[in-house]
C-alpha cells in the first residue's frame, strides 16, 4: 500500500495514496493528516464524524493549532488507512 519514503514538502493532494512520510515538527504533522485526508477523498467533516469531534478540531489539527495526543494521532490515522510508526534516523 505504501510507497517509497518522501518529504513532505513533495506531496501533492492528487497523490493516489501516500508513501511514507517523514515528519519531524507539528505543522508537518498537521501538513499530513490533511494530505491524508484528501488522498482519502475525504471532507474535515467527514473525518470528524467518523471521530467523534467537532469540524473545528480537525481544522486546528490540520494546521497544527491544537496539540494531540499519541492516542488521538493513532486513532486520527487509522480512520484515514495510515498506521503511526516511529523508526531509526539514518544519520
Given at each position: 500500500?505504501?510507497?517509497g519514503c518522501v518529504k513532505m514538502c513533495g506531496m501533492s493532494y492528487e497523490d493516489p495514496k501516500l508513501a511514507r512520510l517523514v515528519v519531524q515538527d507539528g505543522k508537518q504533522f498537521g501538513r499530513l493528516l490533511s494530505a491524508a485526508r484528501h488522498a482519502n477523498g475525504l471532507h474535515q467533516q467527514e473525518v470528524a464524524n467518523l471521530l467523534n469531534v467537532s469540524r473545528g478540531t480537525i481544522a486546528f489539527r490540520?494546521?497544527?493549532?491544537?496539540?494531540?495526543?499519541?492516542?488521538?494521532?493513532?486513532?486520527h490515522l487509522d480512520v484515514l488507512g495510515y498506521d503511526l510508526a516511529i523508526v531509526a534516523r539514518d544519520d
Open positions: 500500500m505504501l510507497g490540520e494546521r497544527n493549532r491544537r496539540q494531540i495526543t499519541v492516542d488521538q494521532a493513532v486513532k
